[in-house]
């Protein structure tokens, strides 16, 4: 079961999702060795990543970015718009040392310095346009105290606030084998829902938030979407009814590739590569992703610097000669 589901309410001026995931979030799990605290704040971010990734109006990648000076150096999530993700998570302390009850805020908003960067990177962007990117920070401001976010649904909920102008719901859950999430969003009255005067607008949101909020963990953890919303919105009457559209299927892919270890070497530069290569004899690599290894010996590396030349060299020749 790993499905996507988009629904629309009839009587409510309202867009949801809901998102179950278990194989593709196994297969990111059997790549990895992550303290419980560290793989439960991940799965929630990949359900996050999914649901923004089914709204993108676009074809391209969704990515979410936490960096910090906690534990968790870096956590990455890529999801594209067909729904083929990918994660990962650099610690910079001994896995062990991470207690199984660590929250978000120790683990990524260490001294009040953690970000949640989410970029929306269009597949046909032009080269040296840069893609789309929202920045939110992972602790709250009241007054004089600052309190750190306390869930990764917290914190995406806040760069919904900010970047779409949406009110928006956001539930996620996850354990070792499982990830569960539901999304509501108030869509504008101007929108497909001219036809809800501003009153009974207002009153279908707070309506389908108050059937949302009845969603439990358990739930989202253990039951297809198509019968979350069957569960949940039993009490929408006939005309009131929620549409669904086909389920979509979410799949875990990792796009590295040699061409794109090739690129990073030449971004290290032939002289790093040479003394890499004096040292250890190869270059070799493992994708942080899908740990798949990369290798490259000298001839290898000869070849990835040599590309310049190349192209030089199909170049026809200028007049004169
Ligand atoms: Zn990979």
């Known amino acids: 079961m790993n499905e996507l589901l988009v629904f629309m309410c009839d009587g409510a001026p309202v867009r949801g999702e809901i998102v179950s995931i278990s ?8 790549r990895r060795n992550d303290p419980p605290a560290v793989r439960q704040i991940l799965g929630d971010f990949v359900g996050a990543a999914t649901l923004l990734s089914a709204s993108l109006k676009f074809d391209g990648t969704l990515i979410i970015q936490a960096q910090s000076k906690g534990p968790v150096q870096l956590l990455v999530v890529e999801c594209k718009s067909d729904l083929s993700m990918r994660a990962t998570v650099k610690l910079s302390v001994d896995p062990k040392s991470i207690s199984p009850s660590a929250t978000l805020g120790e683990l990524l908003d260490a001294e009040h310095s953690g970000r949640l960067v989410i970029t929306l990177d269009p597949a046909n962007r032009e080269p040296g346009q840069p893609p789309y990117q929202g920045i939110v920070a992972l602790q709250e401001h009241d007054g004089e105290k600052t309190k750190a976010v306390s869930s990764a649904a917290e914190a995406i909920a806040l760069y ?20 569960g999430g539901l999304l509501l969003q108030r869509l504008p009255d101007s929108g497909g829902h001219a036809h809800l005067d501003p009153k009974t607008a207002a009153e279908g949101w ?19 979407p198509e019968t979350i ?14 549409r669904s559209f086909p389920v979509r299927q979410i799949r875990f892919s990792c796009t590295c590739s040699r061409t794109k ?10 002289e790093e590569v040479q003394s890499i290569l004096t040292e ?3 270059v070799e690599t493992i994708c942080d992703f899908c740990a798949k290894p990369y290798r490259f010996d000298a001839v290898d590396c000869l070849q990835v610097f ?9 170049r026809p020749p200028s007049s004169g000669h």
Not at 161 to 172: G, V
Not at 229 to 242: H, I
Not at 306 to 314: E, P, V
Request: cysteine-free; glycine content about 4%.
């Open 206 to 224: 707070k309506r389908i938030q108050t059937l949302g909020e009845t969603i439990t963990n358990e739930e989202l953890l253990s039951l297809p």
């Open 160 to 179: 919904m606030q900010n970047s779409e102008q949406l009110d928006t719901r956001i539930w996620l859950t996850s354990n070792d084998t499982h990830v």
């Open 261 to 270: 270890v090739a690129d990073v070497l030449r971004m290290l530069g032939e």
């Open 229 to 242: 919303l069957r569960r949940l919105f039993l009490e929408e009457s006939a005309e009131n009814g929620v």
């Open 306 to 314: 040599k590309t310049d030349l190349l192209s030089d060299a199909t």
């Open 23 to 30: 194989s593709a979030w196994q297969a990111v799990l059997e």
């Open 280 to 282: 250890q004899g190869a």
